[in-house]
């Protein structure tokens, strides 16, 4: 290497997550940064993330409620299909109320642009970051953020499986039925929904 002129370089170790982005001018941004709705169901962000495991990459596709920072559905798959996204809408579609007008904010990612996605939320509005400018979905990749910081880094991940119950774990029994949020007037996004609940379930008495 030195006879060559080659010196040798530490690369960060890093993994694509979005891929062949689409960069076109017909994906709107809808949401426009406007992070805070007055109602669950107004509007959710998406976003794919990797985790490291001693058997490999698995990747975690999560949807957000952005009114209680909720995590209404989750994905993990052992590829970047775009099946890993249409099953994660499925799984919200079916846990949520689709009654009232709703926007999906992604980034361009290959998943987020195909044909399967577009079916998928086709009663949907489809909202979509500027090009290379991550601070558009901001609110769910501070999640992936915060999973990882808080409770993956801790472990030395041995494969699917023991990635799953990590995640399930930190999700479904702590994040959204535990920790607390500031957005949320310190509470947890279950308290902070159940709360809203209790506010419109008082007002349908006051009319009725």
């Not at 040798?8 to 993994?15: G, I, M």
């Not at 559905?73 to 499925?90: F, G």
């Not at 994040?175 to 279950?190: A, E, V």
């Amino acid at each position: 290497m030195r006879q060559m002129g080659l010196r040798a370089q530490w690369v960060k170790p890093w993994v694509p997550t979005t891929v062949d982005p689409d960069f076109s001018d017909s994906l709107q941004n809808i949401l426009d940064e406007q992070f805070n709705p007055e109602r669950p169901n107004a509007v959710w962000c998406s976003d794919i993330t990797y985790v490291w495991t001693i058997d490999g990459f698995v990747y975690l596709t999560s949807i957000m409620d952005l009114y209680s920072r909720k995590i209404i559905a989750w994905t993990l798959s052992d590829s970047l299909e775009v099946s890993c996204v249409t099953e994660t809408i499925q799984k919200a579609k079916l846990r949520r109320n689709l009654d009232l007008p709703l926007i999906i904010h992604s980034d361009r990612g290959s998943q987020y642009v195909a044909k399967e996605y577009k079916k998928a939320t086709a009663r949907m509005q489809r909202s979509y970051s500027k090009k290379a400018y991550p601070w558009d979905n901001a609110c769910i990749e501070s999640f992936h953020a915060l999973i990882k910081r808080e409770w993956l880094n801790r472990f030395r991940i041995r494969d699917f499986n023991h990635a799953y119950s990590l995640i399930f774990e930190y999700i479904e029994a702590f994040y959204n039925t535990k920790r607390i949020h500031s957005h949320c007037g310190y509470l947890s996004p279950d308290d902070f929904e159940k709360l809203y609940n209790a506010s419109v379930a008082r007002e349908s008495l006051l009319v009725s």
